[in-house]
């Protein structure tokens, strides 16, 4: 079985990932979808980062019962800070039977050489890369075990729901799930009026 493994903050998760996520699976890019929702990095300050576990509830709330999509809370168990090439191999170890290809935009990609060991990255798992805004890939420089995939471009930021619900109480929710959107209204996620 193929698990496409993507990993992020999701603060908060919205409907460019769960759309994207869908997608693959339909199209048969993978048997199915984790997003693994990545534990604060203690050495970074971020104000607006919400804890771990409203984080994760926030993306167990968006997928629901999507089919081929699930959340794992995987990286909240392994020594922190987390890096990928770490996360991946103790996936391999707990799951030996499955194939992890590694998911990431084209953002990541243009980072990718930055990342710890992306090398070893690369010596044990297959990419999926998936466009993003002003972020352009020459197909024909990527890996032979990169794919480029051809998915809807959906330019949603989390980065940009958090300001614009800071900044705005009228923000209606837009890029994310309903239920997601009902839930940050409910526990006033990001709203500076708390």
Do not use: C
């Not at 460019?16 to 984790?34: C, P």
């Not at 909240?76 to 996360?87: D, E, G, I, K």
């Not at 809807?152 to 109480?169: G, V």
């Amino acid at each position: 079985m193929t698990i496409g493994i993507y990993g992020g903050s999701f603060n908060p998760i919205h409907l460019g990932h769960t759309k994207l996520a869908q997608w693959l699976v339909r199209h048969g890019y993978i048997d199915e979808l984790w997003f693994l929702v990545s534990p604060q990095n203690p050495l970074k300050i971020a104000a607006d980062l919400l804890d771990d576990e409203a984080r994760l509830r926030l993306a167990q709330l968006a997928v629901g019962r999507k089919k081929g999509v699930k959340v794992s809370d995987f990286e909240f168990h392994l020594p922190r800070p987390s890096f990928m090439v770490q996360t991946l191999e103790s996936l391999r170890t707990v799951y030996p039977s499955l194939d992890f290809v590694l998911v990431i935009g084209a953002d990541n990609w243009h980072r990718f050489p930055h990342w710890k060991d992306s090398g070893e990255i690369l010596r044990h798992h297959r990419l999926i890369i998936y466009p993003r805004p002003d972020y352009p890939i020459d197909p024909s420089t990527l890996p032979s075990d990169a794919t480029m995939v051809d998915a809807p471009l959906m330019d949603i930021s989390s980065t940009e729901i958090r300001k614009a619900i800071a900044s705005d109480t009228a923000y209606d929710g837009y890029g994310l799930p309903r239920p997601v959107w009902k839930e940050i209204q409910a526990r006033r996620y990001y709203f500076t009026d708390v």
